[in-house]
């Protein structure tokens, strides 16, 4: 037997051994690589539905307690709140609070940015209706003035919901909406006269 022919044999056997082997190697690779990418279009799906089911609660939540807030101090100019009252401007205070503190470990920056001046300002007219409801307003708090603060944080809300969007990418850096606008003329007269409606 040839030495030569007996190598050439071993070769070709260990050629085909070799191919097989780097040919299911290979698969494994690719079948990896898929799976890990699959996994990724996974996640990225979750973490989306997660940012919009965040961002639905925390935009509706903002806007109840604004709500709230114009509300009560409806309540305050016609009435002594009760008891009733309050638990409800609390309720809604509250619901907000939980969401907030959720966005704060979901959101990216590009939204927590215009959503803490939404929070500021929201927190800043509880304060004020709060003071006034309390009677210890600090100087030139009035129902007037905590309903025009209430009234500004409309636009902030409206720009939080934007910077929601874009980051959902339902809308694009182009695609702007007009600014939120409203007369607020007859609201604000609403207010003009604290001792209205009081007996």
């Keep these: 037997m040839d030495v030569g022919a007996v190598l050439i044999a071993v070769a070709g056997v260990a050629g085909t051994l070799g191919g097989a082997l780097l040919t299911q190697r290979g698969a494994e690779k690719a079948k990896r690589r898929e799976l890990d990418m699959s996994q990724a279009l996974q996640e990225a799906r979750e973490n989306r539905e997660l940012r919009r089911r965040c961002y639905t609660e925390l935009h509706r939540d903002a806007r109840q307690f604004c709500t709230a807030l ?23 205070k509250d619901a907000y609070r939980d969401r907030w503190s959720e966005a704060l470990m979901i959101a990216p920056d590009t939204v927590i940015g215009p959503a803490r001046a939404v929070n500021g300002a929201l927190n800043g007219v509880y304060g004020h209706v709060k003071r006034l409801e309390q009677g210890n307003p600090r100087p030139g708090e009035t129902l007037r003035s905590a309903a025009e603060a209430q009234h500004a944080v409309w636009p902030l809300i409206a720009a939080v919901r934007e910077a929601m969007r874009r980051d959902l990418g339902i809308t694009g850096e182009s695609e702007e909406r007009p600014p939120y606008s409203t007369d607020a003329t007859t609201f604000f007269q609403d207010f003009d006269d604290p001792d209205r409606g009081r007996s």
Aim: aromatic share 4%.
């Design 70 to 92: 114009s509300r009560h101090l409806y309540v305050m100019r016609d009435r002594t709140p009760g008891e009733e009252d309050v638990q409800a401007l609390e309720a809604a």
